[in-house]
């Protein structure tokens, strides 16, 4: 099973920023946070991965606390296209495996 | 660049009937793949992974099958379907630990 824990939804006033939180308290010292992102009906998209340093790219940004036991997605400036389930993954015990969980269901509104 | 090609992209099947899912990825050598199910409504849960050639993990007991006859084709297969075989099916490539997954477009799948 996965190892995080999220919100079931959020929402978001467009053009505003969206926060997204997750709890990774069991996460070891060599595994990365994962957030990927599914629009209806796609496939999941990847944002963003991080160690232990906040990182940034043009889609995102990552916050990971100094402890590593929980992280934020931040999207800037969100936009309805930004409305998505939002998956936030630890790769577990350094296997090849990726599970999600049940990810946020984030809504972006006009 | 690396590209995944998953088909088709939607299938109806009738209870009983044979299954066969294609992925293929280009560009890139020796990657680890996946696939995953998605029912209507629910998360995403890891079916098989593989590492390498005949090399698979499966995650799920179900009546679903995996192979990996070449280096970069995955192919999901079952026997006789079940009306609880429906779903959205994915399939995913990454190379090596701590690098990104890539995903196909995805299968529809109603077994009627």
């Known amino acids: 099973d996965a190892k995080t824990t999220q919100p079931p939804s959020m929402d978001c006033a467009e053009g505003r920023a969206a926060n997204l939180p997750c709890n990774h308290s069991?996460?070891?010292?060599?595994?990365?946070v994962y957030w990927y992102r599914q629009i209806h009906s796609q496939g999941p998209q990847y944002i963003i991965h991080?160690?232990?340093n906040n990182e940034t790219n043009e889609m995102a940004s990552l916050i990971i606390t100094e402890d590593r036991k929980s992280s934020t997605l931040i999207l800037p400036h969100a936009t309805l296209r930004d409305t998505a389930v939002y998956y936030c993954?630890?790769?577990?015990?350094?296997?090849?495996?990726?599970?999600f969980g049940k990810g946020t269901k984030l809504t972006v509104n006009p | 660049s690396q590209t995944i090609h998953q088909w088709p992209a939607t299938l109806v099947q009738p209870v009983g009937s044979p299954l066969s899912l294609e992925c293929t990825v280009e560009?890139?050598?020796?990657?680890?793949l996946y696939w995953y199910r998605q029912a209507a409504g629910r998360g995403l849960q890891l079916l098989f992974y593989?590492?390498?050639?005949?090399?698979i993990s499966s995650e799920v007991p179900q009546n679903l099958s995996a192979s990996r006859p070449q280096d970069r084709q995955f192919i999901l297969s079952s026997k006789k379907l079940l009306l609880s075989d429906s779903g959205f099916y994915l399939c995913?490539?990454?190379?090596?630990?701590?690098?990104?997954?890539?995903f196909g477009q995805g299968t529809r799948l109603t077994v009627v």
């Open positions: 593989s590492i390498g050639i005949d090399q």
């Open positions: 991080g160690l232990k």
């Open positions: 560009g890139t050598s020796n990657p680890n």
């Open positions: 995913a490539w990454s190379l090596q630990l701590n690098t990104e997954a890539f």
């Open positions: 993954i630890v790769r577990q015990g350094g296997s090849e495996k990726l599970v």
């Open positions: 069991t996460i070891s010292g060599n595994e990365y």
